[in-house]
């Protein structure tokens, strides 16, 4: 857990999304949660232990279960966007959910099943639509729906702090794109180019500055160039995914085995091609 400032810390160490916790004078409010139970729990002991305070809400930047699954451990005062507040019904497919778990932790599976097999997960306190405005006496948060890498994904801006937490618009790693509409996603990054920021929390990846809105910003410029001229010369995705530079900008991936991380990229790199070639 790093500290930033007097106020702010984060979490980049759980598998899954970052997590963040502000201290403001109302009470602590978190941002996105850790997946497995465990986890969950020893970050809420965390941040009262090392603020003395309570938590007072969490903001959850999409409905994806690696930013949502651990809420009930820590607090149901949840907000969110509308769209996501509805994909947080998932999580009570119990079925649905525990495919999620053995395929995300399959050697932890059983133990995190029987934790949450009796938990009845709440739907989200707000929700909203457009803009949200959470003032918490010495801290303004302010929650705006941009889309791109789901259809609930907001990003949160500290102005404070001149802090911005992108969700997994920006990442330090190739994308999920899943559920993305490529052009909405570019138009954040561009939205999130307004704002002044000093600090950037990214949905995965190391904590830096503006230079990781940048560098998202150059490879979608280059992922979309690469795609449109590989069309035009008639390859398929997978052919494309194969002769991709792209598609090595980042780091390798560290969870799982190699030939697993490969085939995750490849997997993404075409659901990327759909939605450019597919205009979305």
Not at 127 to 149: I, N
Not at 228 to 240: N, V
Request: with cysteine.
């Amino acid at each position: 857990m790093e500290m930033f400032g007097k106020r702010l810390l984060v979490e980049t160490g759980y598998p899954g999304a970052n997590v963040s916790c502000m201290i403001t004078a109302r009470g602590l409010v978190l941002i996105d949660t850790p997946m497995r139970p465990a986890d969950a729990r020893e970050w809420a002991s965390r941040v009262k232990s090392e603020t003395g305070r309570e938590i007072a809400f969490l903001i959850c930047t999409d409905h994806h279960y690696d930013h949502v699954m651990g809420f009930p451990f820590l607090t149901d005062r949840v907000i969110c966007h509308t769209t996501a507040a509805r994909g947080f019904r998932f999580l009570n497919d119990k079925e649905a959910l525990k495919n999620t778990i053995r395929a995300t932790f399959p050697q932890e599976a059983r133990e995190i099943e029987e934790e949450l097999a009796n938990i009845t997960f709440s739907s989200p306190l707000l929700s909203f639509d457009r803009r949200l405005v959470l003032d918490m006496g010495d801290a303004t948060f302010h929650l705006e729906f941009v889309g791109g890498h789901s259809p609930g994904t907001i990003l949160i801006y500290l102005p404070e702090e001149r802090t911005l937490f992108t969700g997994d618009n920006v990442e330090t790693q190739f994308p999920y794109f899943g559920q993305c509409r490529f052009s909405a996603w570019r138009e954040g990054l561009h939205k999130m180019k307004t704002l002044d920021v000093e600090r950037v929390v990214p949905g995965h990846g190391y904590v830096g500055g503006p230079e990781l809105i940048d560098d998202y910003i150059a490879f979608f410029n280059d992922l979309e160039e690469e795609v449109k001229r590989f069309h035009q010369q008639g390859l398929t995705a997978d052919e494309m995914a194969n002769k991709s530079a792209t598609l090595h900008r980042f780091p390798a991936l560290e969870a799982g085995g190699a030939g697993q991380a490969r085939a995750w990229l490849a997997g993404q790199y075409k659901l990327a091609v759909d939605a450019i070639l597919g205009s979305k």
